[in-house]
């Protein structure tokens, strides 16, 4: 079996690199509720294209610089994105066939499963249970889910990701 060349990777590499800006950048406290979770939009989108290329050691790298990039305990996002990947990895030729609305109610899913995660993860490790719970990330996530997927895939077809 032949490897693929590198060629073009960078642009996953910026597409992360600006979901990263995305995720930190400043916010009131209100808007910051419905702040959509643009890391795992993207990585998403890549384990849906290049499934062979984006996976789950993927998922887990890009979770822990995730919790460096928010402060949390080590691991939490790592656990979360990779449990992502896998469901998207499980699914991903249905989703690729799922018009694109059909798509984020799908998505919409996945990433509350992954906040969920993500929550009793903290409740875990924490000080006890919170009930800080809020699933409008996900359905923030899910609405701008058209838009991201049409401006990665123009930028994968533009750049020849592969």
Do not use: E
Not at 13 to 38: E, G, K, N, V
Not at 97 to 123: E, G, H, K, N, T
């Amino acid at each position: 079996m032949k490897a693929k060349p590198a060629k073009s990777l960078w642009v996953i590499a910026l597409s992360f690199f600006i979901a990263y800006l995305l995720a930190a950048l400043p916010m009131p406290q209100m808007i910051a509720l419905a702040r959509p979770d643009w890391v795992a939009l993207c990585l998403i989108f890549w384990v849906l294209v290049l499934p062979d290329r984006v996976g789950i050691s993927v998922g887990f790298c890009v979770g822990l610089l995730q919790d460096v990039l928010l402060g949390t305990y080590l691991g939490v996002f790592a656990l979360a994105y990779s449990s992502l990947v896998y469901l998207v990895l499980l699914l991903h030729q249905r989703l690729r066939m799922y018009p694109i609305l059909q798509q984020a109610a799908v998505i919409f899913l996945i990433i509350a499963l992954s906040q969920v995660l993500v929550q009793l993860c903290r409740d875990f490790l924490g000080n006890g249970i919170t009930g800080d719970m809020h699933l409008l990330p996900s359905l923030v996530s899910a609405l701008l889910w058209p838009w991201v997927f049409v401006i990665l895939h123009s930028l994968q077809m533009r750049f020849r990701v592969q």
